[in-house]
């Protein structure tokens, strides 16, 4: 984020996790080109249209963002768009929980899990 030669996009509930020595929201008050989108394909386009800019999406979520994601990547590589770089953080659920319930030290009840993620990868993953 502190590199002055690329554009940065991410969905605003991530702008203010605290990294280890900022976030992005403390960057972009100091200038960095860090911005806000609502849609991946906003990113795409402006890679498209900033042809000479790096152009970084930060790519995070569960299952339900994964298949958006690999849209743009289809699409970017289709329209030869060279410029577009995609600094991938997915995580599965079903991993998450299986680790959680491998700690014997973690004593659950239940899990309470997001209902559109299990839209996604069923109730038996």
Known sequence: ARQYDVSIFTFGDLSRVPGTESSLYNEKSKGRDINICYSPIDVLNF???????????????????????????????????NNFYIFNTHKLIPEAL?????????????????GHVSAIIGSKP
């Open 47 to 81: 890679a498209k249209t900033n042809p000479d800019k790096k152009v970084i999406f930060i790519a995070i979520g569960f299952e339900t963002t994964i298949p958006l994601t690999s849209v743009i990547v289809k699409k970017a590589y289709n329209e030869k768009i």
């Open 98 to 114: 299986e680790l959680l319930l491998l700690d014997k030290e973690v004593k659950i009840d239940a899990f309470l899990c997001p």
